[in-house]
Structure formats: structure tokens, C-alpha cells
């Protein structure tokens, strides 16, 4: 190949002036990058470029370019190579993909200001030709200020989106979801734990209140979610399992912050008075009834199938069922037992009741380590596992913990190999 490019350059230097210099200098080119002769084949390209800018070959001479600095990591140059591309040859069929690949890159530099150019000329030259484009462009860029922290601007970027032209379903779904679960963590005033909004003390678990304006339109995104996908794509399924998540976690959070059960009262003879023996069974049948629907929903999660979603679930199931344990246990004793024989025996009742549940806590907690291992995963959700299981036994404590991970990276148009190489000359 190298002798090919050596051979088309002869050809060049005794065809000085030649209408078909340009090509003698694109084929010398890519026999350079197929053979491995890097620096040439960028030299060519750039001499392309320079000496003859109304080719035809210009453009897939810069695309080239930016194929080739990218593959060295030479980020600043592909990017450079990329904008002469778009600005320069915007009807010609590399630009779209070249712009959209420049946005990629000025992200990977930390530009946020050249991306959000590059991407609004994206719209400029494409916005009526490639509209769906443009919507996955503009969701991916709401996702990055999104994992930046610009919470309020991620969620603006997001309503345009869904305001904007008709974009398939499963963006549609993304966006939805994207927008549910900002609000879903903006409705908690404090710091979530283990994606509920608890305070945890030595005294256990108190639920806090979510802010309801924000609640209700979370719940409400995540039942459009729900309800209105057919789970066949794999993106769609997660959705979907991220959705019926929070449906659980609201679940849980209603069953927690159930007011705690009522005192019973027992007349002279020690027997529970009628109007007490009442209300505690009210109580103990919507108790009841509230742990189904929250089972049911914890178990909607896990059908779905998504391993993240799941390992989530099963994370917060085990503060839950610890939780129903603890309100059986703290459940006040009648004042007529207290300090008597009989008060053991009635604490020893709640206990029998509390004791599965604390059982189900414990097979939570471990099936979330096994699955976390299967899948090699440690996220915040599986240090909660972790740290509720090794409060009991330090085997089950992490040793490791690994830092956040990387911001995801757009998703990329896809970059052709080199060109054939060219006949001989």
C-alpha cells in the first residue's frame, strides 16, 4: 500500500496542473492509510483540501481526516476536520454525520459551548430533512446537562423535545421517563436513601413527605410510561422497568408513612375493650393491604427484567420488610401489661409476627449482592444492600467501592471504514 501511495505521488509530481490531480492525491491518500502511513495520508488529505476546494473529493478528503485524527485520539484535529466538513460542504452527504460526530467531540473536550453551536447548526441545515435526528440530538444533549447537575435546564431541553416534531416511540418513552424521574427526585426534600425519601437513624427508618405537585406529575409520567409501551424494544423494556420502579418506591413510601398501630386497651378484667380490639383491626386489615400492593408492585419490577432495575427493587425491599419488622417490634404495649409478667409474652407475640418479615429483609439484601455480582455491578443501591446485611455480619460488607461511572456518550453516527483502495496507476 505505501508503494502505492509512493506510486500515485510519482504520477502527481509528472502531472503538475492535471485536471485530475485531486484524485491522484485522494488515491495516495487512502493507499497511506491503508498502509499504515498515518502521518502522510493526513498531509495528503490537508493538501487536498487546500489546492482544491471545489473538488468533489474535498469533502470525503476532510471526512477522512477526521477519521484519521480520530483514530490517533487526536480529538481537537477530527473536530476541526469535522467543522470545515459541515461548514463548508453542508449539502454534501458526510455533513450530517460529520456534524453530529463534531458535537461528540466537542463534548469529549469539554466545550459545552461549541457543542451546543455545533448542534444548533445541526438544526439549522437539518431540522426539516432529519427531524428525528434532531430530536436525538437534543435528548442526548438534555442528558448530558441532566448528569452535569443542570437539573432545571436538562428538564427545560427535555419539554422542547416533546414539543417539538413527531419523534419515534422509544424517545418519546426516554423523554418521558427522563422527565418523571426529575421530578420524582425533585419532589423529596432531603437526600434519597436507597431511592426512597427516608431519614435513617438509630431508631430505624422515618419517612419524609414528597413535595405533592411534584409527586403527582412524576407518578403520573411513569404511568405514561407504563401504560402506554409495548416492552419489545430493549430500551423501551428498561423504561418501562425504571418506571414500574418508582411505582414501587411509591408503594413503599405509603405504607411507611401509615400512622403507627394503635394502642390496644384492655378493661378490669384484662381483656381488650371492644372499641380498641376495633381499631386495631382496621388498622391491621389496611396494614395489610397496603404490604400486598407493595409486594405486587416490587414484583412488577422484577418481572420486567432489567437487571439495574431489579437489583434497585430488591434494595429497597430489604428497608421495607426491615422496616414492617421494626413496626410490629416498637408496637406499643398496653398500659395494664406494663411491668407485668404478661408484657413479655405480648412482646414475644409481635415478635413471632415481625419475624418473617425480617426474614424476607434478609433474603432481599442477599438476593441483591448475588445479582450484583452476576452482573458485576457496584452502584449505590447495592452499597445500601452491603451496608444493611453487614450490619449483622461484616462478611457481607464491600471492600470496594467504585467511583461514579462515566458520563454515557452520545450515541455516534456511524463512521464508514477508509475507502476501497484505488486501482493501481
Known amino acids: 500500500f505505501q508503494a502505492c501511495g509512493d506510486a500515485y505521488l510519482d ?29 502522510a495520508a493526513i498531509a495528503l488529505g490537508e493538501r487536498l483540501a487546500a489546492e482544491h476546494p471545489r473538488s468533489p473529493l474535498a469533502p470525503r478528503a476532510l471526512w477522512q ?11 481537537e484535529l477530527a473536530a476541526d476536520a469535522l467543522a470545515r466538513l459541515a461548514t463548508r460542504y453542508p449539502g454534501e452527504r458526510e455533513a450530517p ?4 460526530n463534531l458535537v461528540l467531540y466537542r463534548v469529549a473536550l469539554g466545550d459545552d459551548a461549541g457543542a451546543a453551536a455545533a448542534a444548533a447548526q445541526f438544526v439549522r441545515n437539518y431540522g426539516k430533512t432529519r427531524p428525528a435526528d434532531v430530536a436525538q440530538l437534543r435528548v442526548d444533549l438534555a442528558d448530558r446537562l441532566r448528569a452535569r447537575g443542570d437539573e432545571a435546564a436538562a428538564d427545560a431541553a427535555y419539554a422542547a423535545v416533546l414539543a417539538g416534531p413527531h419523534q419515534d416511540h422509544a424517545l418519546t418513552v426516554r423523554v418521558v421517563l427522563a422527565r418523571a424521574d426529575l421530578a420524582w427526585a ?24 414528597r413535595r405533592t405537585a411534584d409527586a403527582r406529575a412524576a ?43 394503635p394502642t390496644l386497651t384492655l378493661d378490669r378484667d384484662g381483656r381488650p375493650s371492644p372499641a380498641s380490639t376495633k381499631a386495631v383491626t382496621a388498622w391491621l386489615t389496611a396494614w395489610q393491604r397496603s404490604i400486598t400492593d407493595t409486594d405486587r408492585a416490587i414484583e412488577q419490577v422484577l418481572v420486567a427484567r432489567d437487571g439495574a432495575s431489579a437489583i434497585a427493587a430488591v434494595a429497597r425491599a430489604a428497608l421495607f420488610y ?42 432481599a439484601g442477599e438476593l441483591c449482592l448475588v445479582k450484583a455480582s452476576d452482573l458485576g455491578l457496584v452502584t449505590d443501591d447495592v452499597a445500601a444492600c452491603a451496608e ?14 467504585r467511583g461514579p461511572p462515566a458520563l454515557a456518550p452520545l450515541e455516534v453516527a456511524p463512521e464508514p471504514a477508509l475507502p476501497e483502495p484505488p486501482p493501481p496507476p
Open 11 to 39: 504520477v502527481v509530481a509528472r502531472a503538475a496542473g492535471a485536471a485530475f490531480v485531486d484524485e491522484l492525491l485522494a488515491n495516495a491518500a487512502t493507499c497511506y492509510a491503508h498502509g499504515g502511513a498515518i502521518d
Open 65 to 75: 481526516l477526521g477519521v484519521l485524527h480520530g483514530a490517533l485520539g487526536q480529538v
Open 97 to 100: 454525520d460529520a456534524l453530529w
Open 186 to 209: 425533585r419532589a423529596c426534600p432531603i437526600a434519597t436513601t436507597a431511592g426512597l425519601c427516608l431519614r435513617v437513624g438509630p431508631a430505624g427508618a422515618t419517612p419524609v413527605a
Open 219 to 261: 407518578q403520573a409520567g411513569f404511568a405514561r410510561v407504563v401504560d402506554g409501551s409495548a416492552p419489545d424494544d430493549p430500551t423501551v423494556a428498561a423504561a418501562v422497568a425504571r418506571a414500574r420502579l418508582h411505582q414501587a418506591e411509591r408503594a413503599i413510601e405509603a405504607t411507611l408513612a401509615m400512622a403507627p398501630m
Open 322 to 363: 426491615d422496616h414492617l419488622a421494626a413496626t410490629l417490634t416498637t408496637a406499643p404495649v398496653p398500659r395494664a401489661l406494663r411491668g407485668q409478667p404478661a408484657e413479655a409474652a405480648y412482646r414475644a407475640a409481635l415478635e413471632e409476627q415481625a419475624a418473617p418479615m425480617r426474614a424476607r429483609a434478609r433474603a
Open 388 to 401: 444493611f446485611l453487614g450490619r449483622g455480619e461484616p462478611r457481607w460488607r464491600l471492600t470496594e467501592r
